[in-house]
Nanobody, 126 residues
Framework: QVQLVESGGGLVQAGDSLRLSCAASGHTFNTYTMGWFRQAPGKEREFVSAITWNGGSMYYADSVKGRFTISRDNAKNTVYLQMNSLKPEDTAVYYC???????????????????WGQGTQVTVSS
């Protein structure tokens, strides 16, 4: 089972960009579907984006489509979330998650992921 460590969060202004990284341990990273989720204070954890094991397919939440881009480098055991045109409503703790096997069709569901990172805070000021 992989272990996940997120990095790259911070405090930025509206309109700025950030790139989150999620580094995975283990030798089977390239078999996992990877997802990004976020949780704002007082709100439930919500889906942001997901990518298949080979990067061939991606999903995005409507709220981030066109602004965020998910990618992965299996040689580096890392998945990325490039976030552009950030808005105050993007403020949240961002988590990466790993899911082994199964249909990509359920990749938006947090309950389908096996392993989670500790999260990284993203704060966007107006």
């Amino acid at each position: 089972q992989v272990q996940l460590v997120e990095s790259g969060g911070g405090l930025v202004q509206a309109g700025d960009s950030l790139r989150l990284s999620c580094a995975a341990s283990g030798h089977t990273f390239n078999t996992y579907t990877m997802g990004w989720f976020r949780q704002a204070p007082g709100k439930e954890r919500e889906f942001v984006s997901a990518i298949t094991w080979n990067g061939g397919s991606m999903y995005y939440a409507d709220s981030v489509k066109g602004r965020f881009t998910i990618s992965r480098d299996n040689a580096k055991n890392t998945v990325y979330l490039q976030m552009n045109s950030l808005k105050p409503e993007d403020t949240a703790v961002y988590y990466c998650a790993a899911r082994l096997g199964g249909s990509f069709a359920v990749a938006r569901m947090a309950s389908r992921y096996d392993t989670w990172g500790q999260g990284t805070q993203v704060t966007v000021s107006s």
